[in-house]
């Protein structure tokens, strides 16, 4: 980040604090900038002869002129106006409403955003600044915006390993704030081929595409592609949906994901009195093999089906999907016997916003129908035994993930070589194990009694919360079939 960046978004963020200590929290200040940033925008593409993508009641000139009570209202008018229409200003406006009850305070946030010519920044500068707001308000634990982030140098290896290319299509169907898209995009950007200007623009507004359920997170989201260019005009890459309630029809060639964790669904439904959330058992679609009510399971099946012929993904998954019989060992087995997992990241514990978080990244290709499994052999990294990371004080890094990525290139597959943290486990020896059970390690702890090296106490808490969960549900599989 540059200078002049580093100072805007401290400038941005500075802000922030004066609106906190005034009621306003940091995600509801995030929505707000969101809002008014992009209306900013609006006008600034209006004066550069594009047509603008707003009402005209609800346009920044108009909204900048005003203050006290009456920007107020007007605000909330607008909002509400903006909410309903169709496309990427639905998807940014979506529920919006007016977080900054002081007219006073909205005005100085209005002043600030008026200050600056935003569209004479590049796209890099614009996105980083927004990105730098959205990894401030993930940071602060108590706004729970943390659940919605994957650590960057997970996100970067898992780009580096699958390595997708221009003309590639790669989407995320748990995309949270676009971390996932983003990365691949500045990866395919780096290729000679992207350098050709009707391809970089096919990229941008053909290439992409993201799921997310929450209405505030696909906001986020929406605007962060927004903001480094990605998208087509009025339309946005970022689809405000449920991803496992239906196949979408569409295939794609590059699938990286970090799916929400925990083990139920929610679902919105539409009642008399409006929209409401309930929980979702499980997901009745044709082109699932299971019918279960573990979310993470329901990704799997739902990645398999949207990959394209060879296609390719990266999916980070709890210890759970490994190891859990009934549903999850016939979802593995099909993984294995139909598509080629070929790769299995262990990721350490420390490096997520919630504690004690037990995590892996699964990499696997589609292929043709046939008799014999697909899957030779399963290469496992594991960077979690004996490896300490926290959020602060040590947190993970790009260097962290270098040799993971340097033996697990996908062009190189079949030159890997097993190494202390690398090993190959071949299809038969997977298909030996009770339950298919793919949670394997071979690794000794060092020094697990010596409290030097224990973990914080919130994350050996996290931990045992974790392991009594998993030991719960398997006494209910186990109930079930009884029953």
């Not at 490896?387 to 890094?397: A, D, V």
């Not at 260097?399 to 290139?409: P, Y």
């Not at 000794?444 to 010596?450: I, K, Q």
Request: aromatic fraction near 8%; include cysteine.
């Amino acid at each position: 980040m540059s200078d002049t960046t580093s100072q805007l978004a401290a400038k941005v963020w500075n802000l922030a604090h004066v609106m906190n200590n005034a009621g306003v929290g940091a995600g509801d200040y995030v929505e707000q900038v969101t809002y008014l940033l992009f209306l900013k925008l609006d006008a600034e593409r209006a004066e550069d002869g594009l047509p603008s993508l707003v009402p005209e009641s609800c346009r920044w000139t108009r909204l900048a002129l005003l203050q006290g009570a009456e920007l107020a209202r007007a605000y909330a008018a607008a909002l509400e106006t903006l909410a309903a229409q169709p496309g990427l200003v639905g998807t940014i406006f979506a529920r919006a409403r007016n977080g900054i009850e002081e007219p006073a305070h909205l005005h100085r946030l209005v002043r600030m955003i008026d200050a600056e010519t935003w569209s004479a920044f590049g796209a890099d500068v614009k996105g980083d600044i927004y990105e730098s707001l959205l990894e401030r308000t993930a940071s602060d634990v108590k706004t729970g915006a943390g659940q919605y982030f994957t650590p960057r140098p997970v996100i970067s290896a898992c780009v580096e390993v699958l390595d997708p290319a221009p003309g590639q299509t790669v989407c995320d169907p748990a995309c949270g704030t676009g971390g996932f898209l983003l990365a691949a995009y500045d990866h395919m950007r780096q290729r000679k081929e992207a350098r050709d200007r009707a391809t970089d623009r096919a990229l941008r507004e053909r290439g992409f595409s993201g799921f997310d359920i929450v209405p505030g997170v696909a906001r986020l989201a929406a605007m962060n592609l927004y903001l480094h260019g990605l998208g087509g005009g009025a339309e946005t890459p970022i689809l405000r949906a449920d991803a496992l309630a239906a196949d979408p029809g569409r295939r794609w060639d590059v699938v990286l994901t970090n799916p929400p964790f925990g083990r139920r669904q929610f679902a919105r439904v539409f009642t008399g009195d409006g929209e409401a959330e309930t929980e979702r058992e499980d997901y009745e679609r044709p082109d699932f093999t299971v019918t279960t009510s573990n979310k993470q399971l329901n990704f799997v099946q739902h990645i398999m089906t949207i990959l394209g012929p060879n296609g390719r993904a990266a999916v980070v998954l709890p210890d759970n999907v490994l190891f859990e019989g009934g549903a999850g060992e016939r979802i593995r087995r099909r993984l294995l016997e139909a598509f080629d997992c070929h790769t299995l990241l262990r990721l350490p514990t420390g490096i997520f916003y919630r504690q004690g978080v037990k995590a892996n990244v699964l990499f696997f290709e589609a292929r043709p129908v046939r008799r014999e499994p697909w899957t030779e052999a399963l290469w496992v990294y594991d960077l979690r035994t004996n490896q300490r990371f926290t959020l602060k004080e040590r947190p993970l890094r790009h260097a962290d993930m270098a040799d993971f990525i340097a033996r697990a290139r996908l062009a190189d597959r079949h030159k890997r070589e097993e190494s202390e943290r690398f090993k190959r486990y071949t299809y038969a020896e997977l298909a030996a194990r009770d339950r298919l059970d793919l949670n394997l390690s071979w690794l000794r702890e060092e020094g697990a009694t010596d409290p030097a090296t224990l973990p914080p106490p919130a994350e050996i808490a996290a931990n045992i919360a974790d392991e009594l969960e998993t030991a719960l549900a398997r006494f209910r599989a186990v109930a079930a079939r009884l029953g």
